[in-house]
């Protein structure tokens, strides 16, 4: 595979050259799926040879190569079968009775099976208000963990991520960093300090709601040999075509965002000011809280932004039952627009508001996209 790894490329053009097949005489342009569980293998087996489809696979090769190339590291990534599966594979760093420090606010499946291992691993866990970054820095203060998401899901708080990375080096705090809102297009931890990075692929690098998918990137050969061993060991692969699609996704990556953000900036504007919206969350908004943040430390204010709505959680669930073009549905990072009421998942914080509602904007036409929303609210 070619490496990708030119620092003269933008973003935009990593997503589109990296992880291809050498320019070369009747080689392919794109990369091709292997579909095989086993290898030929004679004698001992030595590194590097693939022996076996749980350990590798010629189609993993491009996607890792060009996740790593997106994040700034010299090391493939490791891809997984799942988002869940690249969480599980960080926590997994975490010794057991060990101090993991974890946002208030961030990905439920992340706050739930960190709540698993708390009992299981008999871990202590600090829940933190991410925005406020002395007291974060506080409960760095002898913990083995700090577990980061910025923008935060759902409620879009921005971290100060420079200085928490800081804090965590200097106190000797593993740092992970779900990068799933953002992408490595809009910011790229391990550049600011993170020991590791996960992403949720399933989102914006799949970008079709149609694969699920996850990523671990890490600079540290240590750490990458360990989450390689507990990969093998536990199973949690892609599939080949799963991998694929992902690719196939990524190389359309840096337009679909641009598009989609472009969307979600004009929704942003024209919703703080409809009369059903109580209040409007997105970073790109000078008002928000983390606009300062986000303006300093990210390429840009990413597609996600939440609205409360006036009248509470029943309003907001007739909201979304007059919706036709907008799709009541979880996940986010897709080609279409979705929109969903967070605390209708039992595991969402309590302090989410009621009638928060998570909208992921795709990339239709921005006109569509605010007459359907602002006839679902006024119910015209």
């Not at 030119?6 to 291809?20: H, M």
């Not at 969350?281 to 390429?299: C, F, I, K, S």
């Amino acid at each position: 595979m070619t490496s990708g790894n030119n620092e003269s490329w933008a973003p935009d053009t990593i997503v589109v050259a990296a992880g291809r097949p050498p320019h070369a005489t009747n080689e392919p342009v794109n990369p091709p799926i292997v579909l095989s569980s086993t290898f030929y293998s004679l004698g001992e087996s030595n590194a590097g040879e693939k022996v076996y489809g749980r350990f590798t696979n010629p189609t993993w090769d491009p996607l890792e190569e060009t996740i790593a190339t997106l994040e700034d590291s010299e090391l493939p990534a490791l891809a997984y079968a799942s988002g869940m599966a690249a969480v599980a594979a960080g926590l997994s760093l975490l010794p057991p009775g060990g101090t993991i420090v974890i946002p208030r606010h961030a990905y439920n499946g992340s706050l739930a099976l960190v709540a698993e291992l708390e009992q299981t691993l008999n871990l202590t866990v600090r829940r933190v208000e991410l925005a406020d970054t002395v007291a974060t820095l506080e409960a760095f203060d002898g913990a083995d963990m700090a577990w980061l998401e910025s923008p935060t899901n759902p409620m879009l708080e921005v971290a100060d991520l420079p200085a928490l990375l800081d804090g965590a080096k200097e106190r000797g705090v593993l740092s992970i960093v779900d990068n799933t809102f953002s992408t490595p297009l809009l910011q790229r931890p391990l550049q600011l300090g993170a020991d590791v990075v996960v992403h949720s692929a399933t989102k914006y690098m799949g970008g079709h709601s149609d694969v699920v998918l996850g990523a671990v990137v890490t600079r540290n050969p240590e750490l990458r040999a360990r989450l390689h061993s507990m990969r093998t060991l536990h199973g949690a692969i892609p599939g080949p075509f799963e991998a694929w699609l992902t690719l196939r996704g990524i190389r359309t990556m840096a337009l679909r965002l641009e598009k989609a953000e472009a969307n979600a900036r004009e929704l942003a504007l024209r919703l703080n000011e409809h009369p059903a919206v109580s209040r409007v969350r997105y970073p790109g908004l000078e008002t928000d809280p983390g606009h300062a943040r986000a303006a300093v430390q990210m390429d840009g204010f990413g597609s996600i932004l939440c609205i409360e709505i006036r009248g509470g959680a029943p309003a907001a669930d007739a909201m979304l039952g007059r919706m036709r073009l907008w799709t009541p549905a979880t996940s986010l990072g897709g080609v279409e627009s979705l929109a969903e009421r967070r605390r209708r998942h039992t595991g969402e914080p309590e302090s989410v508001p009621e009638n928060l509602v998570r909208l992921s904007v795709g990339i239709e036409n921005v006109e569509d996209l605010y007459a359907d929303l602002d006839r679902a609210l006024t119910g015209a």
